[in-house]
């Protein structure tokens, strides 16, 4: 994926927060950092690459509340660590609840640092 800046139909809100995410039906989780989000998806580092198209569940520690956020979701993206970062990947979420959507849509409306 090229750094060129592109459209996009949604606000998009650079963050820093804690993540999980696995494969569907995996036990193998790596811990990974959320670096954006909107309601549509959301950019994440990880140390371990993913697949395009492999479907996953990302668990996010988000401020303020006692239980993590669980999402279905499908690595849309990928680019690889170079040196001074780890691997990213895009990930459009699958089918989130209204609950999850309002929780998204509370930190990408906030103007605090998150």
């Known amino acids: 994926m090229s750094a060129a800046r592109h459209f996009r139909l949604r606000a998009r809100r650079n963050v820093r927060l804690s993540a999980r995410i696995s494969a569907r039906g995996s036990e193998i989780s790596l811990d990974s950092r959320l670096i954006d989000l909107s309601l549509e998806g959301a950019c994440i580092e990880l140390p371990t690459p993913v697949e395009v198209g492999d479907t996953v569940s990302l668990t996010v520690d988000l401020p303020g509340l006692w239980d993590p956020l669980a999402l279905n979701a499908v690595v849309a993206w ?18 989130p609840s209204g609950q999850s959507l309002l929780l998204i849509a509370d930190l990408v409306g906030r103007e605090a640092p998150i």
């Open 78 to 95: 990928t680019a690889p660590e170079d040196g001074e970062r780890e691997a990213r990947a895009g990930i459009r979420f699958s089918s």
